[in-house]
């Protein structure tokens, strides 16, 4: 029986072989609501705690959260959590409408807390150390929050439009049985021209850190000052990257730029043989390359909009301007930085969303029973 392939480019879908132990992630839509409802009181019960002991959690640098907003996030984290077992009723309209309500409110306030997830991630694998164990502990627990969060939202929009939860397509039975998969196709010509001119964003700030990092002055930064400045506070790979002339983040760039092909090209959906002989030719896990692209692409282009309009707004005195500190010598230098870092976060950024939508529109999976 021929199962619609995905929307966006078509191709010849295909059985996929899955273990008795992988049908607890096909029925993710009936656990879900319940493990976002723990999720909720857990969050609130760290929160209102941290909030009481007055326990410092950073939510930029040099900046923490109030205890009125602490105890705000987890009176949130219960609201969603309700609302999402309310799901698993049948409601009335104005039932219906209230839950959708709380979670159209409450999904974008927990994905806006993971907005430092990206930075935490580089500190730690650059082996640099974690800045604040409770700004890490926020923003995974915002993180695992927003993730079950919109897991609840996308099974009951599709419940309330009388599809399947699961695959969001109409058919009879539970939908828990094995998926069938499109084969590996790339992204259309669009798709593919749209991110890689997102991904143009990175050359001015990847461009300065490159000229520093190779004995170049730039933005009124010498290369001395800025091999002294790397020298201190940072971890051993970093000194060694730097010292060869690699800047430790824009290697975590380039690593987001293989991801984002990854995503749009068919080799992204199967192992090829260049990169892994021994998995050459099976079906790469949907989630494996999506979680990553999703946890990075959104933070990073939510802070780099923030720096980008926050940037010309400084250059005309909308905004005060940032006094420079080593080893930037000029505020305008610094204002430059924030504008290229402000592109390239969100260049990257939206690049991965924008590959990462295509992707899970060409690889999405739908039940054998759909029609």
């Known amino acids: 029986m021929a199962v619609p392939a995905s929307t966006e480019t078509g191709g010849v879908p295909r059985p996929s072989a899955a273990g008795p132990g992988r049908t607890w992630w096909r029925r993710w839509p009936s656990w879900a609501p319940g493990a976002a409802a723990s999720w909720g009181v857990s969050y609130a019960a760290v929160e209102v705690a941290w909030a009481a002991a007055g326990t410092t959690v950073p939510w930029r640098a040099h900046a923490a959260h109030a205890p009125a907003v602490q105890l705000l996030l987890a009176a949130l984290a219960v609201l969603a959590g309700g609302a999402c077992l309310a799901t698993t009723r049948t409601l009335r309209r104005r039932g219906r409408v209230a839950v959708a ?205 923030v720096l980008t309009v926050a940037a010309p707004l400084i250059a005309v005195g909308v905004l005060p301007g940032i006094e420079p500190s080593p080893p930037f010598t000029t505020a305008s230098g610094v204002t430059w930085m924030v504008a290229f870092g402000g592109l390239a976060f969100a260049g990257l950024g939206a690049g991965l969303v924008v590959a990462a939508r295509s992707y899970a529109a060409r690889t999405h999976p739908v039940c054998t029973t759909a029609r």
Request: some cysteine; hydrophobic content about 45%; charged content about 10%.
């Open 101 to 305: 309500a709380v979670l159209i409110t409450t999904i974008p306030v927990f994905v806006l807390g993971t907005v430092g997830l990206p930075v935490h991630f580089v500190t730690l694998v650059t082996l640099s150390g974690v800045e604040s164990a409770t700004g890490l502990a926020q923003v995974l627990a915002n993180t695992v929050g927003a993730a079950l969060l919109l897991l609840v939202g996308v099974s009951y929009r599709r419940r309330l439009r009388g599809n399947c939860p699961r695959c969001g397509r109409p058919h009879p039975g539970a939908g828990d049985g094995p998926p069938t998969h499109p084969e590996a196709s790339p992204a259309t010509r669009r798709t593919r021209w749209t991110a890689y001119l997102l991904m143009c964003g990175l050359l001015p700030w990847a461009g300065v850190k490159s000229v520093w990092t190779l004995g170049g002055d730039a933005l009124g930064v010498s290369a001395d000052d800025w091999q002294r400045l790397m020298s201190l506070g940072t971890s051993g790979p970093s000194r060694a990257a730097a010292a060869a002339g690699i800047d430790v983040t824009v290697l975590a760039a380039l690593v987001g730029v293989f991801l984002l092909l990854g995503l749009l090209h068919p080799w992204g959906q199967v192992f090829p043989r260049w990169s892994t002989p021994l998995l050459s030719g099976r079906r790469v896990p949907r989630l494996l390359p999506l979680v990553p692209a999703l946890l990075t692409g959104v933070p990073l282009t939510v802070y780099g909009a």
